[in-house]
């Protein structure tokens, strides 16, 4: 506080100015400015890389790659975060056994100001999608179009033109090219061209999974428009992935077991997601299930896929019973996945088999 002085006057008579008190040092309130932008996707596919790549192309901000058993764990991560401005989870479906903690933690960062935006193509429980509509969660939602694809058409204004090609490859690895809006994205362009480009960037990705640095540098090179073919050894680095899924069919053949309605097999020295096709295909039986052991998490990481002759929905039925089991799953009507307690794997497949009709 400053006090102005008196002044004396030369008259015998002394005046004295009234003191003015100015507050120019009083203490302000800093607010924290919140300014980071993270996007939590799925690091397993070419659906959540490139979702996030389009994200980061639209806004900038940092990736946050993880697999469905890790998604609740980066979520309470960010949630903290007293800097996080704008959230997008891509690609990353939820099961009955982590919703309600999923909405709980929307709620906090909503009332942090946090602005969030899910979206996803997985089977969800339509009174999750309705709480969070309520506490204003953007919600994009489709279970007819791959999660890329969604991102390109909700922001497509912020894209440049190649990020449909980011989006056709997605579409294909997730075998929904012949879906609305994916079908007329891979018309733009050569189909062998997409496809070959398709193959090759998700075998960099599966076979990559034990090196996080590498995802994210995939994540960087499509944000920048590179075609997978001109990411360094990326060709080279797909013959290896297919010389190892050659093997596979020997092992397959060799060790798939077959029930009445499936086919299965643990998986021992390769990911599950890139042998379940085998098992299908080679079981003779509509629905194919590849499990492999995380020893780290005394879990099974298990891979479910249907033919086109499936009738029903394999992503309900596995939430369903994967979270009766203690684990959690979910996914699409012919694709999906399941996390199950070590102990409870034999029962999770018997009991697949017998609501397999």
């Known amino acids: 506080m400053v006090v102005s002085k008196t002044k004396k006057s030369t008259s015998k008579k002394t005046t004295v100015k009234k003191t003015v008190t100015k507050k120019t040092n009083a203490k302000k309130t800093v607010t924290k400015q919140r300014t980071k932008v993270i996007c ?3 690091k397993e596919d070419a659906d959540g890389i490139s ?63 946090v602005n969030v935006t899910y979206i996803d193509h997985h089977d969800i429980d339509p009174t999750v999608v309705k709480s969070l509509k309520k506490i204003k969660v953007k919600v ?17 204004s912020k894209l440049d033109d190649h990020a449909s090609f980011v989006a056709t ?8 090219e012949d879906r609305p809006l994916g079908s007329k994205l891979l018309q733009i362009y050569d189909r062998q061209f997409a496809l070959i480009s398709a193959t090759v960037l998700t075998y960099n990705i599966v076979g990559h999974q034990k090196e996080p640095d590498y995802l994210l540098y995939l994540v960087e090179e499509l944000a920048d428009s590179k075609f997978p073919h001109d990411i360094p050894n990326s060709f080279e680095f797909a013959q290896i992935q297919v010389e190892k899924l050659s093997q596979m069919i020997a092992k397959v053949k060799k060790g798939m077991k077959t029930m009445k309605n499936l086919g299965h097999m643990e998986i021992l020295d390769a990911g599950a997601s890139g042998a379940v096709n085998f098992v299908m295909g080679l079981s003779g039986k509509d629905v194919g299930v590849a499990y492999k052991e995380r020893v780290d ?30 684990g959690s799953g979910g996914g699409h009507d012919k694709a999906c996945g399941a996390v199950i307690p070590k102990a409870k794997i034999k029962k999770f497949i018997t009991e697949l088999n017998k609501k397999i009709n």
Request: hydrophobic residues 40%; charged residues 20%; neutral net charge.
């Open 40 to 42: 939590i996707s799925h």
């Open 297 to 326: 998490h005394g879990i099974y990481a298990v891979s479910v896929r249907g033919s086109k002759n499936c009738k029903v929905h394999l992503g309900r039925i596995v939430n369903i019973l994967a979270t009766d089991l203690g």
């Open 140 to 156: 994009i939602h489709d279970t007819n179009e791959c999660t890329t694809v969604q991102v390109y058409a909700a922001f497509k």
């Open 51 to 113: 979702s996030a790549a389009l994200i980061r192309q639209a806004f900038g901000g940092d990736a946050l790659l993880v697999d469905y058993p890790g998604q609740m764990d980066a979520l309470r991560y960010v949630v903290s975060d007293e800097k996080l401005k704008s959230l997008y989870i891509c690609d990353l479906g939820l099961s009955k056994k982590t919703q309600d903690e999923f909405v709980d933690i929307m709620t906090t960062l909503r009332k942090n100001k």
């Open 169 to 176: 490859c997605a579409a294909i690895t997730d075998y929904m």
